[in-house]
Each structure stands twice: as structure tokens, then as C-alpha cells.
């Protein structure tokens, strides 16, 4: 009886190491499949920064309906901001040469990140506010053009893209959820020529854009 009894016991512990063998077994097989995949692609480019120099066409649709690309023939400057950063965004603005004031070859886009939910009457109350504000840049915009004789309607040359899904954010290769305050200087075929996480100097602006002639 106590040997039937030891029997069992034994067959009991046998078949619990054999489980547990099988599943440090097929997990040691996923670690290496993984570890050979790693070695054998090559690696993916890290989620999170453009490259400078590289070329990105990136699509926007700002608050009037207007189809944007950083890859459409212009110089383009591109905010990534959230409605907490507008000063920064307005000093970048501020900060446009003023060889580039009226001429449509270069262009200045701000992209109003919102982060979180929002449903449809805090959209359209977040858009409302939006609007609101771009005719106040127009005003101060239209004083720096008058200042200068320049005879154009400021308003044409301001473009703002809000975003509240992320979906823009994501084709500047951020995150759904990132807050981050971002500058970037684009060529006319979409060559990233600079970009910033803080607000760029006016000399570095200029300099930036001038590599695009």
C-alpha cells in the first residue's frame, strides 16, 4: 500500500515538472524566435523624432478647409503646440523673417494639439476658441505687413490645423498623447531642414529657411 502510494506521489510530481518543462520550453523557443528576428531584420526607426535631412510628406487640413503638405512646393514652418503653448507658438511667429512676410513660397502652419477626449460640443467650443484667436494673429500680423508695405490680406497666410485625434501628431511621428512644444523647417520637396523642442531664435529661423534656396 505505501509503495502504490509513493507511486502515485511520484507520478503526480512527473507530471507537473513535465507541464512546467513544456511551458519553460516554449517560452525559452519565443525568447530565441524573438532574440533571431531582432538579428536577422534590420532595425525599425525609433518611434518619436524626425531626421533631419530626411524627406516627409506630411497632409494637413487646416480650419478652412485648406490641403496642406510639407511636400507641396513651399517652405514650410511647422508649430506642433497645444492651446497651454500658444505664447511659444505666437513668439515662433513673431520670430518669421521678414523676407519671408507675403510671399505664398514660404508658409507657417500651427497645428493646435488637443490630448484627451473630447466630445462633440467640446470640439466645436475648442474650435470656436481657435478661430478666435487666429483672427487676433491676423490683426498683429496685418499691423507687421502694414508696417512694411506689404499689400496683402495677413489672413491668407495664416494656417491652423487642430488636431484631436492625434492623427497629425502621429505624421510628426509623436505619440497619440505627447504634449511636447516642437518647431520643424521644411523644404520645398519636404526635406527636413531644422527642427526644435523649444522656440528657435530668429537667427536660427532664418538660417534654417535660407537653406532651402
Excluded at 54 to 76: Q, R, W
Excluded at 93 to 118: S, W
Excluded at 142 to 165: N, P
Excluded at 190 to 197: K, R
Aim: proline share 2%.
Amino acid at each position: 500500500m505505501k509503495k502504490n502510494v509513493s507511486g502515485e506521489a511520484e507520478g503526480c510530481q512527473g507530471s507537473a515538472f513535465s507541464a512546467i518543462c513544456l511551458l519553460v520550453s516554449v517560452r525559452a523557443l519565443q525568447i530565441f524566435l524573438s532574440l533571431a528576428t531582432a538579428l536577422l531584420l534590420p532595425a525599425a526607426p525609433v518611434h518619436g523624432a524626425l531626421s533631419t535631412g530626411n524627406t516627409y510628406s506630411i497632409s494637413f487640413v487646416d480650419l478652412d478647409g485648406n490641403k496642406l503638405s510639407t511636400a507641396d512646393g513651399h517652405v514650410t514652418i511647422v508649430v506642433l503646440t497645444t492651446s497651454a503653448d500658444r505664447e511659444q507658438a505666437r513668439t515662433v511667429g513673431d520670430r518669421v523673417p521678414d523676407f519671408c512676410l507675403g510671399k505664398p513660397a514660404y508658409r507657417m502652419i500651427t497645428v493646435v494639439h488637443f490630448t484627451g477626449r473630447h466630445m462633440a460640443i467640446g470640439r466645436r467650443m475648442a474650435t470656436a476658441f481657435v478661430r478666435h484667436r487666429v483672427r487676433e494673429e491676423a490683426k498683429r500680423l496685418q499691423a507687421r505687413y502694414d508696417a512694411k508695405k506689404i499689400s496683402r490680406d495677413a489672413k491668407s497666410d495664416i494656417f491652423v490645423v487642430t488636431d484631436f485625434e492625434g492623427r497629425v501628431a502621429s505624421q510628426l511621428v509623436q505619440s497619440a498623447g505627447a504634449t511636447d512644444f516642437c518647431v520643424f523647417v521644411f523644404g520645398k520637396t519636404g526635406e527636413l531642414l531644422a527642427q526644435w523642442h523649444s522656440v528657435p531664435s530668429a537667427d536660427e529661423l532664418a538660417a534654417a529657411i535660407k537653406k532651402s534656396d
